[in-house]
């Protein structure tokens, strides 16, 4: 971890960060990552409705003097309460459709920062839609996504970006998770059921989208090539199939923000997941295909939330992984940038002319990975206020932290780690 001070803050609040769902599986993580920093000055709590499971938490890492809070989600005063004592709060309570809005709420009534770890597109949009503008009346920042959900690819992007010299086009990149113990790689059920409500939720999705205004007068870029749905990648040397995850659609809202706010010219993005062979793409796909059809239906959903380990072949499981299994985790995003060199004429730019291959890496992905980077993302909004968007808002990683240290930060910290891999040729 990086040694740092807390940047001095005028905040007359009890906490600095709060957590919120630190009984849960990722909020344990999340608890031991601020647990295990070297922040002077900074103070924060727990928070969550069962006050002898908190206590249990802390007492499990070992941090038994950290302050606890009452909150529950289906009594809004107890949630004023809490966000009114800090001046950010770390959600991870899921899945957000079902119990993330009140927070939102509480939020922009008590002035309160708010970041959280969903991957629940349709949460994240609809919370843009219905709550940005009384956001930024509260001077209040909202960032979704902060976890592995999306930071390593939207701030990735900006990464890439920002190491190319000329004028990049668009992005492809191949998320590899690996279980070095030769292992099954294995979820806590809270992600799954996650997965679960976002896929019912997808076709709102669309509605949703009706309501937002297309760009207008922003650059033509080359647009990433379509791949088939299953593909041999000879740059990862693997298989693979797109990315399901949100990652399109919130790199997608930061280069429309980039774009609006500072005239930067939107790249176009397409993620990838890589597989080590073609039978397991082939699985995967199929498990996906059922999941979504169940997910439709209040049966199939009841199915899928009672029985995630048959449904998902092993791959979810109620005792979630465990800290062995974790430790032996690692993920890479891969970020193949092509665009045009310096110096190219307008007769010459029809094909990009230049590449650069960027890489973030990290420990496992869901969990300690995930936690690294919410804290890491809770102290940019408390540390770096003035590199923030002016007014605040509902807004993604990438457009809230374009500014800021948070790439240093992280990379100076060695756990999440932003490199380029194959310099620009």
């Not at 802390?58 to 004023?80: K, Q, R, T, Y």
């Not at 809270?190 to 937002?212: C, F, I, M, P, Q």
């Not at 809770?378 to 800021?404: D, I, M, R």
Request: charged share 20%.
């Amino acid at each position: 971890y990086t040694e740092y001070k807390m940047a001095a803050m005028e905040s007359k609040r009890t906490y600095n960060i709060t957590v919120f769902g630190a009984t849960g599986y990722t909020g344990k993580y999340v608890v031991e990552d601020l647990k295990n920093r070297k922040v002077k000055d900074l103070t924060w709590a727990v928070a969550g409705r069962d006050e002898t499971k908190l206590k249990a938490v802390l007492d499990e890492l070992e941090c038994a003097d950290v302050p606890v809070i009452v909150s529950d989600v289906n009594d809004p005063s107890s949630l004023e309460a809490m966000c009114s004592q800090s001046d950010i709060i770390i959600s991870c309570v899921g899945p957000f459709q079902l119990y993330g809005e009140p927070l939102v709420k509480a939020c922009i009534a008590s002035k309160c920062n708010y970041i959280d770890v969903t991957g629940e597109t349709y949460f994240i949009e609809l919370m843009k839609q219905k709550y940005h503008q009384a956001a930024e009346e509260a001077g209040v920042y909202l960032v979704s996504a902060c976890g592995f959900d999306s930071i390593p690819n939207d701030i990735g992007v900006l990464f890439t970006k920002e190491q190319f010299q000329g004028d990049l086009q668009y992005i492809e990149s191949y998320l590899k998770m690996e279980q070095h113990d030769n292992q099954k790689i294995v979820f806590n059920t809270g992600t799954w059921d996650s997965l679960v409500n976002g896929l019912h939720s997808y076709s709102k999705v669309k509605e949703l989208r009706r309501n937002v205004p297309k760009l207008q007068n922003a650059p033509q870029t080359v647009k990433a090539p379509s791949r088939n749905a299953l593909f041999y990648s000879k740059e990862m040397n693997r298989w693979c199939l797109p990315f399901a995850g949100c990652d399109r659609s919130i790199v997608a809202r930061t280069q429309r923000f980039l774009f609006e706010q500072y005239g930067e010219t939107p790249l176009n993005f397409k993620p990838y997941w890589c597989q080590h062979s073609f039978w397991s793409c082939i699985g995967l796909a199929f498990s996906f295909t059922l999941l979504a059809l169940l997910a439709q239906f209040s049966f199939g959903r009841k199915l899928l939330t009672n029985y995630p380990s048959f449904f998902s072949g092993g791959t979810f499981s109620k005792n979630g992984p465990t800290r062995q299994s974790l430790e032996n985790r690692t993920f890479s995003v891969t970020l193949y940038g092509y665009g045009f060199k310096k110096g190219t004429s307008e007769e010459e730019r029809k094909k990009p002319n230049s590449t650069i291959v960027t890489r973030v890496r990290g420990p496992d992905p869901g969990y300690v990975g995930t936690s690294h980077l919410l804290v890491e993302a809770a102290l940019t909004v408390l540390n770096e206020a003035s590199s923030l968007p002016q007014k605040g808002g509902v807004l993604t990683p990438g457009s809230a932290f374009a500014k800021t240290n948070l790439i240093k930060r992280l990379n100076d910290g060695g756990k999440v780690v932003f490199e380029v891999v194959e310099e620009q040729k």
